[in-house]
Structures are given as structure tokens and as C-alpha cells.
């Protein structure tokens, strides 16, 4: 089924609040004016307050983005999908869980 393909300018958080900032590869295709997102781009997470016990903070640092269009391609890559699955992690690696996505352009679908 056909999903909204992601922009800059949706939002994107952690399971603990944190926001995620997309720097993005793509600079040529856009959808609905921003410009389309890619699993090769690079997504840094600020505001995580996850903690370890005793209290250790671990909090997310990135996201791992597991699955992508496969019939649309932009240089290449299949872009991220508003259904696409990211895996937010901290800095040993270590998964901290999925992604959310909001705000992604409804004009604009990929499979």
C-alpha cells in the first residue's frame, strides 16, 4: 500500500521525546517543497532523557532506518516512507526503540 514519502520539516522523535534533525544527501527531488528524505542521510537525536539504572543517562543518538521504498528511487536509494521503520539508538549501538514519524506531506506517495 502506498505511503507518504518523508520531508524536511516532518517530525521525527525517539520514544522518549527526543527530536530527531535530518541532514539530508538529497538536494534535487522535493515533495510538497521540502526536499525528500533518505535512509543514507544522517539523523542525529537532541533531548533524549533516557536513563540506565542507577540513573546512568543513555540517551539516543541516531536512527537506523530498517526498510524504504522499493519502487520509487532518488539517486538511486528508495526515499523514506511515513510507514518506514527506524530503529533510534544510543552511542554504543545499542537499540533504544522505534522511531515516530509526524507531520510527513500528504501529497506524495511511494511503495
Do not use: R
Amino acid at each position: 500500500m502506498a505511503s507518504a514519502i518523508l520531508q524536511m520539516g516532518c517530525t521525527i522523535q525517539c520514544p522518549h521525546g527526543g527530536q530527531a534533525t535530518a541532514v539530508p544527501s538529497n538536494t534535487k527531488v522535493k515533495v510538497d517543497g521540502a526536499f525528500a528524505l533518505l535512509p543514507t542521510d544522517t539523523f542525529t537525536i537532541a533531548g533524549c532523557s533516557f536513563t540506565l539504572p542507577p540513573g546512568t543517562p543513555s540517551p539516543c543518538l541516531t536512527i537506523q532506518w530498517l526498510c524504504e521504498a522499493t519502487k520509487v528511487k532518488i539517486n538511486g536509494t528508495g526515499p523514506l516512507l511515513e510507514s518506514s521503520s527506524g530503529l533510534c539508538k544510543a552511542a554504543t549501538q545499542a537499540p533504544k526503540g522505534p522511531a515516530s514519524i509526524s507531520g510527513a506531506q500528504t501529497k506524495v506517495k511511494g511503495t
